[in-house]
């Protein structure tokens, strides 16, 4: 499944970077040395700013129409695409996933877990989230 994010795109020149908005995700936005290169780099800074607000448990506005955004005169004389992003990155459904951990380590896991209110899955979604944001 794919979503689709209207962009609006200030145009550049040969000194100043084309700069992308989108709309619809505040205070999301993103820029190119080309337009080419200005829409790709959106599809990251939209992918980037979704991950952000789910991990800090907020919520994800639904892309709107680009005929409404295009009415908009904050955004007069720009220009306009829509780029698609993966919508996996939306969907937070649990999956089941078969994995292999040493009894040992499995142990201290549970243990830890266990002595801080969590699951098992939990702790492991937490962790491994925790080793990606933060390095």
Same mark, same amino acid.
């Given at each position: 499944m794919k979503i689709k994010y209207p962009i609006a795109i200030e145009a550049g020149d040969a000194t100043t970077a084309f700069g992308v908005v989108v709309p619809d995700l505040p205070g999301c936005f993103s820029a190119g040395d080309s337009i080419d290169e200005a829409v790709e780099n959106s599809k990251e800074a939209i992918s980037l700013w979704i991950e952000v607000v789910l991990d800090d448990g907020g919520t994800v506005p639904a892309p709107g129409l680009l005929a409404d955004h295009i009415k908009n005169?904050?955004?007069? *004389?720009?220009?306009?695409?829509?780029?698609?992003?993966?919508?996996?990155?939306?969907?937070?459904?649990?999956?089941?996933?078969?994995?292999?951990?040493?009894?040992?380590?499995?142990?201290?896991?549970?243990?830890?877990?266990?002595?801080? *209110?969590?699951?098992?899955?939990?702790?492991?979604?937490?962790?491994?989230?925790?080793?990606?944001?933060?390095?």
């Open positions: 005169p904050e955004f007069s *004389g720009w220009l306009w695409a829509v780029v698609e992003i993966d919508g996996v990155l939306l969907d937070n459904h649990s999956e089941r996933v078969n994995i292999s951990v040493p009894r040992r380590v499995l142990s201290r896991i549970d243990h830890y877990a266990s002595a801080h *209110g969590e699951t098992r899955s939990g702790f492991l979604v937490n962790a491994a989230l925790e080793r990606i944001v933060h390095g």
